[in-house]
Structure formats: structure tokens, C-alpha cells
């Protein structure tokens, strides 16, 4: 099983941005997901998560403004970001919380005037 995340970009303050991470193999792998974001010299941390049964969380920095999502069809996940700012430039990674060893390979998002 593998994670393809896409979607990132550069985008000016206030623009949006969907990122999308796709699984190969089972679904069960994408059934609870997490979105991270990492900047250099920092953890990498936990923005938004979806679990099995639908229930989302957000960090705070970011609820009401990014939205997570799945599609089982598509074995997808989505992290739809709204009102992007300058501080949510960073490395987007997916993650599987059915298989935490399981993560995407990271795509940049870069918030910029």
C-alpha cells in the first residue's frame, strides 16, 4: 500500500488550495487519515484527521478554514484550505491512522505575496 499526496503549490494570502492523497491497494488503509505539515527546524505536526467513522478534527490554527475529507470510491483524501495564510506555508504530508507507518511523500505549499 502506498500514499500519493498531491495538490500543493504557491498561493497568495487569503487563496485556497486542495491537496489530495491517493491510495494504492486496500481502502482500509485511507479509512482514518491524518494531514501534517512540517517547516524546517520544527515536528512535524497534526493539522486535520478524519476517522473511520467520518468525525474530523482540527488544530486550532487552521479550523474553519481547512476542511478534510474522504472518498472511498476514489480511495482518496482530501484536505480542502481556505483563507490560506502566510504561516500555513510548509510540507503537507498524509498519513494513515489505520497504518501509522504509512505516509505520503510530502508535498510543498508555499503562502505567498
Known amino acids: 500500500v502506498q500514499l500519493q499526496a498531491s495538490g500543493g503549490g504557491l498561493v497568495q494570502p487569503g487563496g485556497s488550495l486542495r491537496l489530495s492523497c491517493a491510495a494504492s491497494?486496500?481502502?482500509?488503509?485511507?479509512?482514518?487519515m491524518g494531514w501534517y505539515r512540517q517547516t524546517p527546524g520544527k515536528e512535524r505536526e497534526l493539522v486535520a484527521a478524519?476517522?473511520?467513522?467520518?468525525?474530523?478534527t482540527y488544530d486550532s490554527s487552521v479550523k474553519g478554514r481547512f476542511a478534510i475529507s474522504r472518498d472511498n470510491a476514489k480511495n482518496t483524501v482530501y484536505l480542502q484550505m481556505n483563507s490560506l495564510k502566510l504561516e500555513d506555508t510548509a510540507v503537507y504530508y498524509c498519513?494513515?491512522?489505520?497504518?501509522?507507518?504509512?505516509w505520503g511523500q510530502g508535498t510543498q505549499v508555499t503562502v505567498s505575496s
Open positions: 498519513r494513515s491512522h489505520t497504518d501509522f507507518r504509512l
Open positions: 491497494g486496500s481502502i482500509r488503509s485511507i479509512s482514518a
Open positions: 478524519i476517522r473511520s467513522g467520518g468525525t474530523t
